[in-house]
C-alpha cells in the first residue's frame, strides 16, 4: 500500500507564503498524476492543483496565479508553493495520486491519499 507523507502545513499571515511538500513511500509507484486537494471547515475536499507525470500542470480559479505545484515524478514528490494566501485557503491540504491516464479534478478521480497537514491563514 502506498503511503502519501505530507509536510509543511503550518500558520500564515493574510498574503503570506506556505510550500507544502508530498512524498510517496514507494519509488517504484508509477502514478499518472499527484495532486493536492484542500478541505475547509464544514466543507467537502476540493481540488487545488495537479501535475501529471509529463510536467503538465492544472490549477483551480482559486490558486492559478498565486499556487505553483511542481514536482519529481521519478521519486514521486509534489509540492504546492502558496503565496498571496488569503483566508479561505485555511484547511487541511491533502496530497493524492491518480491512475487513470487524465488529470482529474474529482476527489472520486483519485486513489491513494495522504494524511493531510494543516494550513491556518490569520486574518
Known amino acids: 500500500q502506498v503511503q502519501l507523507v505530507e509536510s509543511g502545513g503550518g500558520l500564515a499571515q493574510l498574503g503570506g507564503s506556505l510550500r507544502l511538500s508530498c512524498v510517496a513511500s514507494?519509488?517504484?509507484?508509477?502514478?499518472?498524476?499527484m495532486g493536492w486537494f484542500r478541505q475547509a471547515p464544514g466543507r467537502a475536499r476540493e481540488f487545488v492543483a495537479a501535475?501529471?507525470?509529463?510536467?503538465?500542470?492544472y490549477y483551480s480559479d482559486s490558486a492559478k496565479g498565486r499556487f505553483t505545484v511542481s514536482g519529481d515524478s521519478a521519486k514521486n514528490i509534489l509540492d504546492l508553493q502558496m503565496n498571496n494566501l488569503k483566508p479561505e485557503g485555511t484547511g487541511v491540504y491533502y496530497c493524492?495520486?491518480?491512475?487513470?491516464?487524465?488529470?482529474?479534478?474529482?476527489?472520486?478521480?483519485?486513489?491513494?491519499w495522504g494524511q493531510g497537514t494543516q494550513v491556518t491563514v490569520a486574518a
Open positions: 493524492a495520486t491518480a491512475s487513470r491516464l487524465y488529470v482529474g479534478r474529482k476527489e472520486s478521480e483519485y486513489d491513494h
Open positions: 514507494d519509488v517504484a509507484f508509477s502514478p499518472y498524476a
Open positions: 501535475m501529471s507525470n509529463r510536467g503538465g500542470t
